[in-house]
């Protein structure tokens, strides 16, 4: 079982910075991409960023290239995602996600997935 936890939502205004993070823990496989999606009310889940297992390659949506950035630390479990000049349209709940294919991952979403962890950003 894969137990992932965010943390690092909360409220800024237009054009602040805001960074994610999240840690695995528990039976992962041996060698797995990490990312992010994420959700407004009303729509599906939306891909954000991902990174690969040996943090080299990397893939951004379309809409945050530029602003967003995705990183893995050392010890290959946990990732972060910084978040600058954001805009309104932002705003949605972030998830961090798993899967053994980061390639795969990017079109259909994680083998496993956390809690969740908002982000409001106010115009």
């Known amino acids: 079982q894969v137990r992932l936890v965010e943390s690092g939502g909360g409220l800024v205004q237009a054009g602040g910075s805001l960074r994610l993070s999240c840690a695995a823990s528990?039976?992962?496989?041996?060698?797995?991409?990490m990312g992010w999606f994420r959700q407004t009310t009303g729509k599906g889940r939306e891909f954000v960023a991902a990174?690969?297992?040996?943090?080299?390659?990397?893939f951004y949506a379309d809409s945050v290239k530029g602003r967003f950035t995705i990183s893995r630390d050392g010890a290959k479990d946990s990732i972060s995602l910084q978040m600058h000049r954001l805009k309104p349209e932002d705003t949605a709940v972030y998830y961090c996600?798993?899967?053994?294919?980061?390639?795969?991952?990017?079109?259909?979403?994680?083998?496993?997935w956390g809690q969740g962890t908002q982000v409001t950003v106010s115009s």
């Open positions: 990174i690969s297992w040996s943090g080299t390659t990397t």
């Open positions: 528990g039976s992962t496989f041996s060698r797995y991409g």
């Open positions: 996600a798993v899967h053994r294919d980061t390639v795969v991952m990017v079109t259909r979403g994680g083998d496993y």
